[in-house]
């Protein structure tokens, strides 16, 4: 959560992990009653050789919603 109200991003290899780190993200959302949040999923496109996302937009129309407050 950014306190300036900019986006935060976690990545993660495996969509299971990102999964579970969404919601442990949600739940502190929900623990500190947070308005105004989203927590969305999105597949990122990545360069393994140049350690760089190569993804222009986090969240696109392709990208899953999981929680709204």
Not at 24 to 49: H, P, R
């Amino acid at each position: 959560m950014s306190e300036d109200g900019g986006q935060n991003m976690n990545s993660f290899l495996k969509e299971e992990s990102a999964t579970s780190n969404a919601d442990e993200v949600i739940e502190a959302i929900k623990k500190v009653k947070k308005k105004n949040m989203k927590v969305y999923l999105s597949q990122l496109e990545y360069d393994s050789y140049n350690n760089r996302l190569l993804t222009t937009n986090l969240i696109d129309e392709y990208s899953e919603l999981l929680f709204q407050s």
